[in-house]
């Protein structure tokens, strides 16, 4: 008798949450390790493209250009760095060597780098100085070192593996910390190879002997990732384009054996065994380097926004690149661009519409409030909604307290237990009528199938009361940690998309029938503005205007008045020109408009003082 009153004693002093404890759910599958993890909260991080490149309107150099071209009159790595962390990226990716084999650094192995350039009398280090910029402003930095080399005598032979992993070797040990290395797979056979000029093949899979040289680069930097293009594997793979997309079906993972196959870097394989996430490279104008002739084509905000839910939400990450111009920057033109597509990343995703919510879920996990539907709002990337083994089709329904609108769906598995949902169905309550909600970005198909990192769902803009995302397929059960439900407000035909018609246009915040207006975020220093009327027809043509600039939205300064002469017979570009100004607001007043209600453009573009 007094054992068992003992025993139940001591049960009744055992907290409650340990009598109650249900198992955690089991790992299913490849699971990431902590550096693929950290790498892909990482979200967004900029690729910068700089060479000998820059000064030869160049893509690919061939390898015998000459150092002494490289000679940036306004070189400031911190404008980079400053640039790509209001544009929301967490790091910075440079092209330390790309294929013609001019190096960025002071390489102890060739002259073929900054030390033969005028810039700084040869006494230069660009990625020295871009590390420390990055530091400064609290970005990881990382390089892309070119394993095909037009420059150098060896390449194609043993010894020039010597020379990359030197190569490697100093990049990895001088510069602090690494998060990624990029080996770009690109190997076009000719080149000037120290003056041989000939074609050389090499075979990707065997020549550069990865293993040993993965061996190395992580010995140096062990909380590295390294990228590649499928010719191996690596830590992340390529996505099969440069276009900013990568499939909507996303798994993070590859088999260790075979041939990566090309709709395998798109999709990954769902059964692999071996996690290799994907990472979305694309350049914000069509080439990675930078021309002049390109400056009208930097991608619209609505082009970015759709690489932006097309990569992060397909569970991606973007890498996203700004090429340098000669003068040793980032075009004003790009920097406004990435400074509009955070602000509208930072706008989209503000107010959680499912927070105040009530959610429901079919089945949790025993019935335990550690793995409540709630948790998928509880702000914290380490709980999650679970259902109890076995149980691989539930549903979550959010309950509005009042008909709610909104356009875009998110949801995240908690991926350090595996990816596990193959399938699932969103549906809103509309006027008690269940209807199927679509992603737009996804052509000809109704199911959406993976989630992993992070899914986002964009459908034109429904008034519901509620909203129930379905699973009907995991491999195991569910673990979903974080859900959204938000109004984006949709970039319509008369702002961004007219642009995009274009591939330009900058985004426009703010307009209403016959005012413009442009908040930059940061000032800005200009001297002029470009208006571009609508195209196809005389409505909304502003044939008189007047330009005001202002850093505080009260004050404002008339900074030109006057009408765009013969627009309507001949809707060109239009420039207006006034004395240098630093302004954080622009309005663009229509005076006068040549027919209908509402001033239209097809496209603007601001012009930058010359400091
Ligand atoms: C490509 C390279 O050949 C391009 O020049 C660029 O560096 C891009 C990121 O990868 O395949």
Redesign the pocket.
């Known amino acids: 008798m007094k054992k068992i009153v003992l025993l139940a004693v001591l049960f009744l002093q055992l907290p409650l949450s340990a009598r109650n404890r249900v198992a955690d759910p089991k790992p299913c599958g490849p699971l990431p390790n902590e550096n693929q993890l950290r790498w892909q909260d990482m979200e967004m991080y900029a690729?910068l493209?700089y060479s000998l490149n820059t000064y030869t309107d160049q893509?690919?150099g061939f390898g015998n250009e000459s150092p002494s071209l490289f000679n940036p009159e306004r070189l400031d790595c911190r404008q980079w760095a400053r640039v790509c962390k209001q544009s929301g990226m967490r790091g910075i990716i440079l092209?330390a060597k790309?294929?013609c084999g001019f190096c960025l650094w002071p390489s102890d192995y060739t002259d073929y780098s900054v030390k033969s350039s005028p810039w700084k009398s040869g006494k230069g280090d660009i990625v020295r100085e871009l590390a420390e910029a990055c530091r400064e402003e609290g970005l990881a930095f990382a390089v892309?070192l070119?394993p095909w080399d037009r420059n150098h005598p060896e390449y194609g032979r043993p010894e020039y593996i010597t020379y990359f992993r030197n190569q490697l070797h100093e990049l990895l040990t001088r510069y602090g910390d690494i998060f990624e290395v990029w080996f770009?797979?690109?190997n076009g056979g000719d080149g000037w190879y120290g003056g041989a000029n000939e074609m050389r093949r090499i075979d990707k899979l065997t020549y550069y002997q990865w293993p040993e040289t993965f061996r190395q680069i992580r010995e140096m930097q062990p909380r590295i990732v390294i990228w590649n293009?499928g010719s191996t594997r690596g830590d992340l793979r390529w996505v099969g384009t440069?276009a900013g997309n990568v499939g909507e079906t996303n798994w993070s993972l590859l088999r260790s054996t075979g041939q990566v196959e090309h709709w395998m870097l798109r999709i990954g394989v769902e059964d692999g065994d071996l996690w290799v996430p994907g990472e979305t490279?694309t350049s914000i104008r069509p080439g990675?380097?930078y021309h002049k002739t390109e400056d009208g084509n930097v991608k619209s905000l609505s082009k970015l926004m759709e690489i932006y839910y097309s990569s992060v939400g397909r569970n991606s990450t973007l890498l996203l690149?700004f090429p340098i111009t000669p003068d040793g920057r980032i075009h004003p033109n790009d920097s406004l661009r990435g400074l509009a597509f955070a602000k509208a990343i930072r706008e989209t995703f503000r107010t959680n519409l499912a927070e105040k919510a009530e959610i429901v879920a079919t089945n949790v996990r025993g019935q335990s409030k550690r793995y409540a539907a709630r948790r998928v709002v509880d702000g914290r990337k380490d709980t999650y909604w679970a259902t109890d083994d076995g149980v691989t089709s539930a549903s979550l329904t959010i309950k509005f307290k009042e008909p709610t609108t909104f356009n875009r769906f998110l949801v995240e598995e908690y991926i350090p237990l595996g990816q596990r949902v193959r399938c699932w169905q969103l549906e809103a309550l509309v006027d008690g009528e269940w209807q199927p909600l679509r992603d737009h970005l996804v052509k000809g198909s109704d199911g959406l199938t993976t989630i992993g990192h992070r899914r986002i769902i964009c459908f034109p803009e429904v008034t519901a009361t509620q909203l129930r995302m379905t699973i009907a397929d995991s491999k195991a059960c569910p673990l979903i940690s974080r859900l959204g439900v938000y109004r984006a407000q949709e970039i319509t035909a008369r702002t961004a998309d007219a642009g995009e018609k274009r591939s330009s246009g900058l985004h426009i915040f703010f307009a209403n029938d016959n005012t413009m207006l442009m908040d930059f975020d940061e000032p800005q220093r200009l001297s002029g503005f470009r208006y571009l009327p609508p195209q196809d027809s005389s409505d909304g043509v502003v044939t008189h205007y007047s330009l005001w600039a202002s850093n505080d939205w009260s004050k404002w300064e008339l900074l030109s008045k006057g009408e765009f002469s013969n627009i309507v017979n001949n809707p060109i570009w239009q420039t207006i020109t006034f004395k240098p100004t630093t302004c954080r607001i622009l309005r663009l007043q229509a005076e006068r408009i040549a027919s209908g209600q509402l001033m239209g453009y097809d496209d603007i573009e601001l012009i930058p003082a010359q400091f």
Do not use: I, P, R, V
């Open positions: 690729f493209h893509e690919w092209t790309h294929h892309y070119s770009d797979g690109a293009d440069e490279n990675w380097f690149n």
